[in-house]
């Protein structure tokens, strides 16, 4: 069964930085495509970083370019977001998820869901 934890989440102020952690179980990260989603209230869910475990290949959206970064820590099976110079309008529930394969960073291409870890940046 594959299984997807997230952790990591907190409050922080504006300027600061946080980690956020998706472990995975069930299945080895050898050709998957994991990636981080966000998802505002009402809306849908959006790829904002995800990463080919093949070829440590990424895709971040415009948003979070240049202040997150996907990684892959293949001796543990988990894949991280480093968050830097968070912002107010960062606040959020982040979720991770998985594909079998090459995928595009969207919600509905993936396989296997984390249950969300939340984000709150607030002064």
């Known amino acids: 069964q594959v299984q997807l934890v997230e952790s990591g989440g907190g409050s922080v102020q504006p300027g600061e930085s946080l980690r956020l952690s998706c472990a995975v179980s069930g299945v080895s990260l050898d050709y998957y495509t994991v990636g981080w989603f966000r998802q505002d209230p009402g809306k849908e869910h959006e790829g904002i970083a995800c990463?080919?475990?093949?070829?440590?290949?990424?895709f971040y959206s415009d948003f979070v370019k240049g202040r997150f970064t996907i990684s892959l820590d293949r001796s543990a099976n988990t894949v991280y977001l480093q968050m830097n110079r968070l912002m107010a309008d960062d606040t959020t529930n982040y979720y991770c998820a998985a594909a079998t394969g090459l995928a595009a960073c969207r919600w509905d291409f993936m396989d296997y869901w984390g249950k969300g870890t939340l984000v709150t940046v607030s002064s």
């Open positions: 990463i080919n475990t093949a070829d440590d290949s990424t």
